[in-house]
C-alpha cells in the first residue's frame, strides 16, 4: 500500500522504516529533507517528500508531527490531499515551554485528535499509538512478548479496523477501542503518567497491560 508518513523525527523515522520493511511503499513528509540525508542512506527504500507530497502519495497517512505543531503540519500537507484518507494521528499534544515534566496543550474536554478532526472533517482520523515510545510502536513483541494493550479512538469504524490491521502487521495482539473520537483525550492525558513512569523506571520500553 502508499503509505505517507508526515514527521521526520524518531516517530517518523520508527514507522517508515518497518512499512517499507512491511513492503508499503513508503514516503516520509518534512519541510527540510537535508536532515534525513543519514536516516535515507539506511532506509534507501523510502522516499522523502514535503508534507503536501506525502500526503498526496499516501492512500494511508501518519501524523507523526510534533503536537504542538501538528495542526500546521497538516494544513500544509493540504486539505485536499488529506480528503476521504484514513489519518492515524500518533501525535500528544506536550507542551514543553515550562520545562519537565510538560504539560498539555489540549486536555479533559477537547483533545489534539479532536482539533485535527474538526480541522478535516473529511479524514478519517484513528488516534493510536501515542501511548508508546516509538521502537514499541513497530517491534511490540520486544516488550513482555507483546503481552500488552494498545489503544485505538476514532469515528469511522470501518477505518478502526483497517488500522487494526495495520497494527497486527507491526505485531500488537491486544488492540482495545476505546470508542469515538472524543475517547483520543484519555489516551492523550494517559502522558503525564507514561513520563513519569518513563522517568521512574529510566527506559521507554514498557506498556500497559489490562487485567480483569
Ligand atoms: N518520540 C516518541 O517515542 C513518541 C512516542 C509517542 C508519541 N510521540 C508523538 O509523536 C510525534 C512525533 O514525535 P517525534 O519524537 O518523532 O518528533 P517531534 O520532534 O515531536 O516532531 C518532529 C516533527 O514535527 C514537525 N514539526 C515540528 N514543529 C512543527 C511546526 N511548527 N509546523 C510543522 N511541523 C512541525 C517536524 O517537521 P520537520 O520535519 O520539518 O522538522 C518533524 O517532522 C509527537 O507528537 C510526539 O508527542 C512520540
Request: aromatic share 6%; net charge neutral.
Amino acid at each position: 500500500m502508499k503509505m505517507g508518513v508526515l514527521g521526520s523525527g524518531m516517530v517518523g523515522q520508527a514507522i517508515s522504516a518497518r512499512l517499507a520493511e512491511l513492503g508499503h511503499e513508503v514516503m516520509i513528509g518534512t519541510r527540510d529533507p537535508n536532515k534525513l540525508g543519514e536516516w535515507s542512506t539506511l532506509n534507501q527504500k523510502a522516499k522523502i517528500g514535503s508534507f503536501a507530497e506525502t500526503a498526496a502519495h499516501g492512500e494511508m497517512l501518519f501524523n507523526a508531527t510534533n503536537g504542538a505543531g501538528s495542526l500546521m503540519a497538516l494544513e500544509m500537507a493540504g486539505a485536499g490531499n488529506l480528503s476521504g484518507k484514513i489519518l492515524v494521528d500518533i501525535s500528544n499534544p506536550l507542551d514543553f515551554s515550562k520545562g519537565f515534566p510538560p504539560s498539555l496543550i489540549v486536555s479533559n474536554t477537547d483533545s489534539l485528535a479532536e482539533q485535527i478532526q474538526r480541522a478535516h472533517p473529511d479524514a478519517r482520523v484513528v488516534k493510536t499509538l501515542n501511548t508508546v515510545t516509538a521502537r514499541l510502536m513497530v517491534y511490540p513483541r520486544e516488550v513482555a512478548d507483546g503481552d500488552h494493550q494498545i489503544f485505538v479512538s476514532g469515528n469511522d469504524v470501518d477505518a478502526k479496523s483497517q488500522v487494526a490491521e495495520l497494527l497486527k502487521s507491526f505485531g500488537w495482539i491486544h488492540i482495545l477501542d476505546l470508542g469515538d473520537i472524543t475517547s483520543a483525550r484519555a489516551a492523550e492525558m494517559y502522558l503525564p503518567l507514561w513520563v513519569r513512569m518513563y522517568g521512574a523506571l529510566n527506559s521507554g520500553m514498557f506498556n500497559v497491560k489490562i487485567v480483569k
